[in-house]
């Protein structure tokens, strides 16, 4: 499965926005099902984005409950280097043309540049 950073953007986002543990379930859409959350959730607590309180799987592997306890030090960063809308909009656009996909700190530089540059054309720099 290939990583979807628009996922991993929407999953922090509703993780900050909640009050308590979140489900991985109530994260699911018709566009991201169950099992394309509970990947990404999972890459995201194995590199330190967020906390998981609870991973049960069946006998297949198949996800039976996935809990986001709450978002890391690390997760916050990332989710404010790349919060604002317009920043995400032009940060995805100037990736896709250039590299394409790349790594989560690539994004979080790219971010901070493309946030940078908005302040200096509002500044007339």
Known sequence: MKRDLDL??????????ADDEVDADDMATER????????HV?????HGLVDVSRDARDM???TIELTVAGITWD?????????????????????AGTVGSTTLDVVRQTASMVALAMV??????
Do not use: C, F
């Not at 999972?42 to 194995?46: E, P, S, T």
């Not at 200096?120 to 720099?125: A, K, M, N, T, V």
């Open 8 to 17: 991993v953007r929407s999953i922090l986002m509703y993780v900050e926005n």
């Open 120 to 125: 200096r054309e509002g500044l007339g720099i």
């Open 60 to 62: 297949n592997g198949d």
């Open 32 to 39: 991201w099902p169950i099992e394309t959350v509970a990947y």
């Open 75 to 95: 997760g916050q960063d990332y989710l404010d280097s790349i919060r604002e809308p317009k920043v995400w909009g032009r940060v995805k656009k100037t990736l």
């Open 42 to 46: 999972r890459l995201m607590a194995h």
